[in-house]
Structures are given as structure tokens and as C-alpha cells.
């Protein structure tokens, strides 16, 4: 066992970051964040984290927190960028309102929306029959612009996991 | 005579009574037995011992015993024991040795920590993600639950202020 994960490990450091992200590129969830680094400079936070090695972690995590390697297993990629907006918040709106409408062309759904004046939030889903095949998150505040998306086939019992592992309730009591 | 004469005239004996010495052996025996009463007696005993033996028929071994004598292992050949048997051979073995195995593992080492540098990295890059996932989430579940609040909020205040004015409206025209 050792000696395939040194295997899986050594080859996926072997691999170039291009071609982890052009292994994202490849999957159904997959979101063009549109780059705003020309606008907003370098992103305060970017993480790309490919398949093998979220497999390898859930590998690594099953023992000591099996729920949480449950829910790694099958995620097939997770990425974030944020922008630090510094009260400009236009470009990044406009990115977001043109990130929706792809979305929405390539049958994403809308979980919520939040059009605020001084706030906006987007969270779209793809489904595949009863499976999720991708979650993207846009936010946008006079603070910053958070744009997340996470790749990977979760049914939706996973996805509750998911949320009650982030200890999340985005259900409202309407009472 | 010293004892390595001695050991080495003993040797001399043996291979005679064997009767593989050779020719230049045989003569340096028989002058050092002819200065030596001692090695003269036991060359004699040795010459009585060889005509013994001579005098006996040679008998062929069984076939069971030549197969025991086959399975005897051979010795290792004699360079390699003596060169390891040397201190300084063995020691220069063994360091040689211990520094390939020492790289080989310090190799390993290496990469195992990096592996686990990229996975604590991995770890902690995947909690930020699912941090502002979180975060995301939150203030979305604050701006829903203030827009039903509003919502919910209004068409009661609108009810109740028709119900006001309706309870209103006829004290308003008895006191017209």
C-alpha cells in the first residue's frame, strides 16, 4: 500500500501544475473563472487541488477522520481564487453576471442568489440524474470576490454531509 | 626447532606418509631429519606407516557413500574468506556498505517528508476552500433570512394597518 501511494505521489509531483489544470478543464463541473488579475491584481487566496490528490488525502485521512475521507474520495478537483476588491466592486459583478450566464446556458441550476446592493452571492449546481457534478460559488462584497468551485461526482446525501460537516444551514424557517 | 619448523616438518610427514611430496620436499625432509634425531625418529615411523599402507589393497567406495561425499558443500575459495576475514577489508565492507544503504535511505526519508509536506499543504488548502465555502454560505443564509423577514414583515404591517383604519373608519364618521 505504502509503495502505491509513493507511486500515485510520485508521479502526481511529477506532473506540471498546466497539466493538473488542464486535467480540471476536462471535467463537467468545471467553471471558466474569468481571470481578473489585470483588474485586481494577484488573487489573495488560489488553491487548485486535483483529483489524485484529493484521493490520496482521503487515502491518507481514513483511518484517523473516515467521514471526512468519505466525502474527499470522490471529488475530482477543488478550486478557489479571491480578489481583494478594495470597494470596486463593478469588474468583478460584471465577471460574476457573465460567469451565471454560462452557467445557466450549460444547465446549471441555481441553488441561491443574493442580489443585494452591497453584497452578491451565486450558488449554482450541476446534476447529472440524482448525482452533483459540480458546485460553484460567487461572491461579491466591497471586501473581496470569492470564486469556488468544487468538481466531482457526490450524491446528494454526501452533499448534506457535507454541510453538516461544515456545520452550514442555509434552509430558512420561513415560521 | 621452533614450533612453526616443527608444524611446518609435521606437514612435510604427513604429505609423505601420503606420498605426494616432491622431490625437492623429500630431500630438504631427509637433511633435516639427518641433523634432527627427533624428526629422524618420526620420519621413520612415517616410512614404516607409508610401506604399511602401501602394502594394503585399494578398495572402491560404495555408491551410497560416494553420493553422502558429493553432498558435502565445497568450501568457499580461500582469497574471499581471508580478504573479508581482514579487519580492514571487513571494516571498509561494511563502511561502503553502510553508505549506500545510508543514501539509499536518507533518499527515502526525503521523500517521505516531502510527500507529507504536500499533503499538510493539501490539508490545509482544502480547509481555507471549505472555510470560505462556509463563509459564503453564512452570509448568504443572513441575506435570505433578512429578505423573508422583510418580506413576511410587510404584508402584516399592511393588514394590520387596514384592520386599524377598517376599526377606525366608522368612529371616525359617528363622530362626523
Known amino acids: 500500500m505504502k509503495m502505491l501511494l509513493t507511486i500515485i505521489l510520485a508521479a502526481l509531483f511529477s506532473m506540471p501544475v498546466t497539466a493538473q489544470t488542464a486535467q480540471l478543464e476536462s471535467l463537467p463541473g468545471y467553471v471558466d473563472f474569468a481571470d481578473l488579475d489585470a483588474i485586481y491584481g494577484e488573487p489573495r487566496v488560489m488553491v487548485n487541488i486535483g483529483g489524485p490528490l484529493l484521493k490520496l488525502m482521503s487515502a491518507a485521512s481514513a483511518a484517523d477522520d473516515p467521514e471526512t475521507a468519505a466525502m474527499i474520495r470522490?471529488?475530482?478537483g477543488v478550486r478557489i481564487k479571491v480578489y481583494p476588491t478594495g470597494g470596486n466592486l463593478q469588474p468583478a459583478l460584471d465577471k460574476v453576471s457573465e460567469a451565471k450566464a454560462s452557467l445557466q446556458a450549460a444547465q446549471w441550476e441555481p441553488v441561491v442568489q443574493v442580489n443585494?446592493?452591497?453584497?452578491?452571492v451565486q450558488i449554482f449546481m450541476k446534476t447529472n440524474e440524482d448525482k452533483v457534478e459540480g458546485l460553484t460559488v460567487m461572491a461579491v462584497n466591497a471586501e473581496e470576490a470569492v470564486f469556488l468551485n468544487i468538481l466531482g461526482v457526490i450524491d446528494p446525501a454526501q452533499v448534506g454531509k457535507?454541510?453538516?460537516k461544515l456545520n452550514v444551514d442555509i434552509d430558512v424557517d420561513t415560521e | 626447532m621452533s614450533e612453526r619448523v616443527d608444524t611446518e616438518f609435521t606437514q612435510l610427514l604427513d604429505t609423505f606418509i601420503d606420498g605426494d611430496l616432491e622431490h625437492s620436499q623429500r630431500q630438504l625432509l631427509l637433511a633435516r631429519a639427518a641433523e634432527?634425531?627427533?624428526l629422524g625418529a618420526e620420519l621413520a615411523s612415517a616410512i614404516e606407516l607409508q610401506q604399511a599402507l602401501s602394502g594394503m589393497p585399494r578398495l572402491k567406495a560404495s555408491a551410497s557413500l560416494t553420493r553422502k561425499l558429493h553432498k558435502i558443500p565445497r568450501r568457499e575459495s580461500r582469497w574471499f574468506s581471508r580478504w573479508v576475514l581482514r579487519p580492514r577489508s571487513a571494516f571498509a565492507a561494511i563502511l561502503v556498505m553502510s553508505l549506500i544503504g545510508g543514501?539509499?535511505?536518507?533518499?527515502?526519508?526525503?521523500?517521505?517528508?516531502a510527500q507529507q509536506a504536500e499533503l499538510a499543504q493539501a490539508k490545509q488548502d482544502l480547509a481555507l476552500v471549505l472555510a470560505y465555502l462556509e463563509k459564503v454560505n453564512r452570509s448568504a443564509n443572513?441575506?435570505?433570512q433578512v429578505t423573508v423577514n422583510e418580506a413576511t414583515a410587510r404584508p402584516v404591517a399592511r393588514i394590520t394597518t387596514k384592520t386599524l383604519q377598517n376599526q377606525l373608519q366608522p368612529r371616525q364618521e359617528f363622530e362626523l
Open chain 1, 74 to 76: 470522490n471529488l475530482e
Open chain 1, 116 to 120: 443585494d446592493a452591497d453584497e452578491q
Open chain 1, 162 to 164: 457535507v454541510m453538516d
Open chain 2, 36 to 38: 634432527d634425531p627427533a
Open chain 2, 103 to 113: 543514501h539509499e535511505l536518507y533518499q527515502q526519508q526525503q521523500h517521505q517528508l
Open chain 2, 142 to 144: 443572513t441575506q435570505i
